[in-house]
């Protein structure tokens, strides 16, 4: 079992910047891959962005490359999401989750999720 805890939500403006952290429970954590969800309200749950177990590749939704870096610290069992140039329709809620790296775009591809942690960008 693999506890996923978010954090570093909260409000900005719309140009602004946030970090998410997503700490993880176990030590196994370098044998899984990590990716980041988000859930608009009244919308289903996308995918944001995955990154492999050993850091080596990364994935990314179109509607974040080029704005999103997702990276992870193994040694420390943390993956992190740095969200610049934000924009109002990036407003959700954002999940951590761990896989076995088979599917990093969708969300069958994942065993394990945090409980999400809110992201709110002003216009």
């Known amino acids: 079992q693999v506890q996923l805890v978010e954090s570093g939500g909260g409000l900005v403006q719309a140009g602004g910047s946030l970090r998410l952290s997503c700490a993880a429970s176990?030590?196994?954590?370098?044998?899984?891959?990590m990716g980041w969800f988000r859930q608009a309200s009244g919308k289903e749950r996308e995918f944001v962005a995955a990154?492999?177990?050993?850091?080596?590749?990364?994935y990314y939704a179109d509607s974040v490359e080029g704005r999103f870096t997702i990276s992870r610290e193994n040694a420390n069992t943390t993956v992190s999401l740095q969200m610049n140039s934000l924009k109002p329709e990036d407003t959700a809620v954002y999940y951590c989750?761990?896989?076995?790296?088979?599917?990093?775009?969708?969300?069958?591809?994942?065993?394990?999720w945090g409980q999400g942690t809110q992201v709110t960008v002003s216009s």
């Open positions: 989750a761990a896989g076995d790296g088979t599917y990093y775009y969708t969300e069958h591809g994942y065993d394990y």
């Open positions: 176990r030590r196994t954590f370098m044998n899984y891959a």
């Open positions: 990154i492999s177990w050993s850091g080596g590749s990364t």
